[in-house]
């Protein structure tokens, strides 16, 4: 098979937008060029698809997703949410290992990516989890094919909490895959519940922020950051909530590969923030909490500077009655997978969302062979159209079975018109150079 695709705005993520044409030879990039077609190309391609002006980008590689499988398939599915993904405009993407059962061993993880290899739309990879107990497995997993170790400082979805200080120590200094971290200081979360227990009006999800407070999440992300720094540790801190650990990490700091200690923004905590409960209530809890507007002003600079390197969802579908409930009882997540390159898009411009959404997340994992457009990589592609007048998100246009977004009622300029995931050759396991 090979699809050329001509007269599109091509961001590369090597080069500035230019008008040119790409060349797939079954799931690579054969040859890219600029301006019109050479007849020699145009007579090899068996599918030709005019862009008609519009953007041609890499898919976008989402490192952070609850995709909920096993255990948990009423609300989403490998199957379901990587469709939704790739409506998005994702075409990979790395799943987190609080499933049911907790993904925490060897065995665990091999049985998703059997999952996976049946039921994908798009390319997969899984972390495996970090347990008081599991330190043997962590030790022996092949980080070639495990994209890093989830350690959740903080409780969450699921039972994996690790806030020991021995078990910290441990998976920091004595494991040899990358660590990323759901940074809250359980400590912090006790004490406040305990202060302010019992809360006067529960049903108002102002006191979400107020119990999981940035206090929460600096002190568990300076711990995190001096264990990596001890032991000599690959660091990357996921869902930055706050000003303040934004100024914990360098900017303008090149090449994520180069970079030991890195860190990641959700689009919920780039568009939200904690005003936004009185419209939006239990559809933006989540864990770490959505904070002010100045801290969320300030991820948006620190991702323009580089301090942040890399965009992910979080994505994490829950249904509607789970979601229900005061701010004890309704369960924190939100689904944003098939709107986060739209909406990044829109915030923050095509270079600005292929670099930080596209490129910095293969470089920083090692993902071999993606994240840019460039001959000799895959062919994961995704055309996108800027619409002068602007459509508004609705629940009915989720394809998730949960059935909802925190993103209703928002008006987009961008939409996915069509994704190629290895040059329509299909998805594959993704690997990661360590």
């Known amino acids: 098979m090979k699809v050329l695709?001509?007269?599109?705005?091509?961001?590369?993520?090597?080069?500035?937008?230019?008008?040119?044409?790409?060349?797939?030879s079954g799931a690579d990039i054969d040859r890219m060029g600029r301006g019109s077609v050479p007849p020699e190309v145009l007579a090899e391609a068996t599918e030709t698809?005019?862009?008609a002006g519009r953007l041609l980008l890499p898919g976008a590689i989402d490192v952070h997703v609850h995709f909920r499988e096993p255990g948990l398939t009423h609300k989403a599915s490998i199957a379901s949410e990587s469709r939704a993904a790739l409506a998005g405009g994702v075409t990979s993407w790395i799943e987190m290992p609080n499933t049911r059962p907790a993904t925490v061993s060897r065995d665990l993880l091999e049985a998703k990516e059997e999952i996976a290899a049946r039921t994908a739309a798009g390319n997969y990879a899984f972390m495996i989890g970090a347990t008081a107990d599991n330190l043997r497995e962590l030790q022996l997993t092949d980080y070639s094919r495990v994209a890093a170790v989830k350690v959740f400082m903080g409780s969450s979805t699921g039972n994996m909490l690790l806030d020991g200080d021995d078990?910290?120590?441990a998976v920091f200094?004595?494991?040899p895959g990358r660590v990323v971290v759901h940074a809250e200081d359980q400590g912090v979360i006790d004490r406040l519940t305990a202060r302010y227990s019992p809360i006067p009006d529960p049903e108002n999800?102002?006191?979400?922020?107020?119990?999981?407070?940035?206090e929460a999440?600096?002190?568990a992300t300076e711990h995190a950051m001096e264990l990596a720094e001890r032991y000599g540790t690959r660091l990357h801190v996921a869902h930055v909530t706050t000003a303040a650990e934004c100024a914990l990490f360098d900017p303008d700091g090149g090449d994520p590969a180069s970079r030991r200690i890195t860190a990641e923004v959700s689009p919920h905590h780039l568009i939200h923030c904690s005003d936004d409960y009185a419209r939006l209530g239990s559809r933006i809890k989540m864990n770490p909490s959505v904070k002010s507007a100045a801290d969320r002003d300030a991820l948006r600079r620190a991702l323009a500077d580089g301090r942040l390197s890399v965009i992910a969802t979080d994505h994490a579908p829950h249904t509607l009655a789970e979601k229900q409930g005061d701010v004890f009882t309704a369960m924190s997540g939100a689904p944003m997978v098939q709107f986060s390159l739209p909406a990044m898009l829109d915030m923050f411009g095509p270079e600005m969302a292929v670099s930080r959404m596209c490129k910095a997340p293969a470089r920083l994992f090692g993902i071999e062979s993606r994240g840019v457009l460039a001959p000799g990589y895959r062919a994961d592609m995704v055309l996108v159209e800027h619409l002068d007048e602007p459509y508004t998100v609705t629940d009915a246009d989720v394809l998730s079975p949960c059935g909802w977004t925190p993103m209703t009622g928002r008006q987009l300029h961008h939409r996915v018109v069509r994704a190629w995931v290895n040059g329509g050759t299909g998805p594959e396991a993704l690997r990661f150079r360590i």
Do not use: K, Y
């Open 217 to 219: 999440c600096v002190r």
């Open 5 to 24: 695709i001509h007269n599109a705005r091509i961001v590369s993520g090597l080069e500035p937008e230019h008008t040119g044409w790409l060349l797939t």
């Open 49 to 51: 698809v005019d862009a």
């Open 167 to 169: 078990p910290l120590r």
């Open 205 to 214: 999800m102002i006191w979400h922020t107020r119990l999981r407070p940035a």
């Open 173 to 175: 200094a004595e494991q």
